[in-house]
Every structure is written in C-alpha cells, then in structure tokens.
C-alpha cells in the first residue's frame, strides 16, 4: 500500500487528529480501592500531582485550545477524589481562566464512594461531567472492594444518591467480566435504576498488571451484545449505552451517504499526564508502565516540553510509529476495520507484546462481537 512508503509525520496525521479532544490528567496515582481486575501498578502509592506541574498543564492545555470545541480535561487516578477537596480545588483554579473562557470542560472518573455534598457542590461549581465506575446489584460488583477487602457497593449507590440529590448529571461505566457477562437484562435493569444518562460497558481486559484473570470469550461476548442490543430495543425511552450509540451512528452515516464523515475522523492521541508532570499517548493504560524498549512510553515531561511541541513530534517515537504500522495492517486485513478503526494501542501491547500486532481479545470482544451480534439478528428477523 502506498501509505506504508509515506514519511511518518505523513502517516501519523493520517490517523491522528493535530488536536486532541481530551487531555487525561492524574491527580494522584492513590486509589482507596482494590479492584481484583484494576491494570493500575501503583494504586496504593500515594503520590500527588503538585501546582507546579498542573500549572504546566494548563499552560499546554491554553496552547492546545483554538476557539473551536471545548478540550476535555479528564481528571482519572487512581481515585481523582482522594487526592481531597483542597488540594483538587487547588488545581482547578490553575484552569479556571480557561473554563471560564469557554476552552476546556472537565471531566472526573470516580468511584463514587468519597462523594459528599462538599465534593457535590465543587462539581457543580466548576460544571464537571461525571462518570461513575460501578458494575451493578452487589452481586455484580462483588469484586469492587476497598483495601481491607470489604464490599464498596453501599458506598458507590449513596455516592450515586448525592450526585442525583444535587441534580449531577453522571454516566456510568461498569466492568464486565465473565460472571456478570451472562446476565445482561439484570445488569441493564439495574443501571437503569441508577439515574445516569448512558452507560458503557468495558468488557474485562488483559492489560497492565491484571495479565492472570481470564477475560471472557468472543462467544460470550457476542450473546451479551445481542441481548443487550435487544433489551435496548425494548427500552428506547430508558438509559442510552455507549457502544449502541457508536454502532447506530456509524450505520446512520453508512446509510445516508455520508461515510466520508466517518472516514473523516481522526483518532485522539490522547495525551495523559501522571502526577509527576510525565506523558504518555495513544492510551492511558500505558502510563506508569515500565518498558525500557520505549522508554516507558514517556514522550516528555510538561515542565520542560508542551504538550502541543510533543504531539508535533510524537511520529519520531518509536511506539508510535508501530503502532501507526498496525493501523495500516489492520485496515488491509480485517473485515471489521471500517467500524472498528484499530481499537486500543494498549490492548495490542499488553496482549500481544507489540503495538505492530493486530487483532487483540479487546477488539473481538468489544468490537466484532458487538457487529456479529447485530448481524444475527438481523438474519433471524429475516428467516421466516
């Protein structure tokens, strides 16, 4: 293909919008849960990003705004939260000339369980989008537990209870491992119950430091697609779920003529900043992965470089440029590309070892599945 032969700068804005749409930043690599399947190395460290290095931040982020679209700032951990009301107001106000100009939204994933009506009403002063992590009914989230190992999920649900109380809007995103991904309808009931307006759903990966767990299959994963698919078409008025939309959106565009505007979006490079001022890109996953061959995915440090000065250069790493090789490999060889459009560079290399690689478990189960659970569908609706 002639694309392979192109220079690397030419292949990476091939992929890669010149922009990002959202800069993920970590707060504290800190987490005051224990998940069995978290990826995250260092949750019970309790390391804290400074004033110093957020104000490096929000001067990369005032060179990344343009006067088009809000840029999204999304504070992930660890646990965002813990870092503690002061501190995190803090660091909000490092960015506050940019939110009041209209430049950037904030975002936080949580788990919901510190939220108070002081955390409540920082939200709400400073119009936080919200995403809560919660997997379902107790049963569902059994392995959602604190570092004692106790149960979280009355904590999670009165967290939930205060955001609704202070009229919050919050999504919801829930793990789905191989337990939970047989019982679909009791899942969505449940979500539903929740408040949120959409719900995603990640089914369960082999990534970062949780390699031993086995995932469930491409089979498992298509009989939850397909009766999840269903049960939404029974409850259009109810939650909306992630990966419906995204499917629906692209047929949408297929079948009105305009699969140019599909083809048309670029990737997010996705720059994440750790707590001590480090970047990575492509996936948060990578950060505080340890891998010499890449220099632990470092591409700089915002104290010394802006992010926009490392985004010009990221062709020239060399995690990128296989994982813009991988890109090209799977738009020649697989048949779900057009929707999928090359999943996860941190799937590829925790899975396979290589950002050059292909197809992961990640891309058959969240992506194909979801396609092959629509298409049988639709073939029995059509058989008589």
């Given at each position: 293909?002639?694309?392979?032969?192109?220079?690397?700068?030419?292949?990476?804005?091939?992929?890669?919008?010149?922009?990002?749409?959202?800069?993920?930043?970590?707060?504290?690599?800190?987490?005051?849960?224990?998940?069995?399947?978290?990826?995250?190395?260092?949750?019970?460290?309790?390391?804290?990003?400074?004033?110093?290095?957020?104000?490096?931040?929000?001067?990369?982020?005032?060179?990344?705004?343009?006067?088009?679209?809000?840029?999204?700032?999304?504070?992930?951990?660890?646990?965002?939260?813990?870092?503690?009301?002061?501190?995190?107001?803090?660091?909000?106000?490092?960015?506050?000339?940019?939110?009041?100009?209209?430049?950037?939204?904030?975002?936080?994933?949580?788990?919901?369980?510190?939220?108070?009506?002081?955390?409540?009403?920082?939200?709400?002063?400073?119009e936080f989008r919200v995403g809560v992590s919660i997997d379902g009914p107790?049963?569902?989230?059994?392995?959602?537990?604190?570092?004692?190992?106790?149960?979280?999920?009355?904590?999670?649900?009165?967290?939930?209870?205060?955001?609704?109380?202070?009229?919050?809007?919050?999504?919801?995103?829930?793990?789905?491992?191989?337990?939970?991904?047989?019982?679909?309808?009791?899942?969505?009931?449940?979500?539903?119950?929740?408040?949120?307006?959409?719900?995603?759903?990640?089914?369960?990966?082999?990534?970062?430091?949780?390699?031993?767990?086995?995932?469930?299959?491409?089979?498992?994963?298509?009989?939850?697609?397909?009766?999840?698919?269903?049960?939404s078409r029974h409850h259009r008025d109810s939650v909306k779920i992630r990966?419906?939309?995204?499917?629906?959106?692209?047929?949408?565009?297929?079948?009105?003529?305009?699969?140019?505007?599909?083809?048309?979006?670029?990737?997010?490079?996705?720059?994440?900043?750790?707590?001590?001022?480090?970047?990575?890109?492509?996936?948060?996953?990578?950060?505080?992965?340890?891998?010499?061959?890449?220099?632990?995915?470092?591409?700089?440090?915002?104290?010394?470089?802006?992010?926009?000065?490392?985004?010009?250069?990221?062709?020239?790493?060399?995690?990128?440029?296989?994982?813009?090789?991988?890109?090209?490999?799977?738009?020649?060889?697989?048949?779900?590309?057009d929707f999928c459009r090359g999943a996860q560079a941190g799937n590829r290399?925790?899975?396979?070892?290589?950002?050059?690689?292909?197809?992961?478990?990640?891309?058959?189960?969240?992506?194909?599945?979801?396609?092959?659970?629509?298409?049988?569908?639709?073939?029995?609706?059509?058989?008589?």
């Amino acid at each position: 293909m002639a694309h392979r032969s192109a220079p690397w700068h030419s292949r990476y804005a091939r992929w890669f919008s010149a922009r990002p749409q959202t800069v993920v930043v970590q707060p504290t690599t800190f987490c005051n849960l224990d998940c069995t399947y978290c990826y995250l190395p260092h949750r019970r460290l309790v390391r804290e990003m400074s004033p110093e290095i957020a104000g490096a931040v929000a001067r990369s982020v005032t060179a990344l705004t343009n006067g088009a679209s809000p840029l999204g700032i999304v504070w992930h951990g660890g646990e965002p939260l813990a870092l503690g009301l002061r501190k995190f107001t803090a660091l909000l106000a490092l960015f506050e000339d940019l939110r009041q100009a209209g430049a950037i939204h904030h975002y936080v994933q949580t788990n919901a369980t510190l939220i108070t009506d002081n955390w409540c009403d920082l939200l709400t002063a400073y119009e936080f989008r919200v995403g809560v992590s919660i997997d379902g009914p107790a049963t569902h989230n059994a392995e959602r537990v604190d570092l004692r190992g106790r149960s979280t999920f009355e904590r999670v649900t009165r967290g939930i209870r205060r955001l609704r109380e202070h009229a919050i809007p919050f999504s919801v995103i829930s793990v789905v491992g191989t337990d939970a991904i047989g019982r679909p309808e009791e899942l969505l009931n449940f979500l539903a119950t929740l408040g949120g307006h959409s719900v995603g759903f990640n089914i369960e990966e082999t990534e970062g430091v949780n390699t031993d767990r086995q995932p469930p299959t491409q089979e498992q994963a298509e009989e939850f697609w397909r009766r999840t698919l269903a049960w939404s078409r029974h409850h259009r008025d109810s939650v909306k779920i992630r990966e419906v939309e995204r499917l629906g959106e692209y047929l949408r565009l297929i079948r009105t003529g305009q699969r140019t505007t599909w083809e048309e979006c670029r990737l997010d490079p996705i720059p994440t900043v750790s707590w001590d001022g480090q970047v990575v890109l492509l996936s948060p996953e990578l950060a505080g992965t340890t891998d010499a061959t890449y220099n632990n995915f470092a591409v700089g440090n915002v104290q010394q470089q802006p992010i926009a000065q490392m985004l010009r250069d990221a062709h020239r790493l060399r995690y990128v440029r296989e994982f813009l090789t991988g890109l090209d490999r799977c738009q020649a060889e697989c048949e779900f590309f057009d929707f999928c459009r090359g999943a996860q560079a941190g799937n590829r290399y925790f899975e396979n070892g290589s950002l050059e690689t292909t197809e992961t478990n990640y891309c058959r189960a969240s992506r194909q599945a979801l396609v092959t659970a629509l298409s049988t569908i639709a073939i029995r609706e059509e058989t008589p």
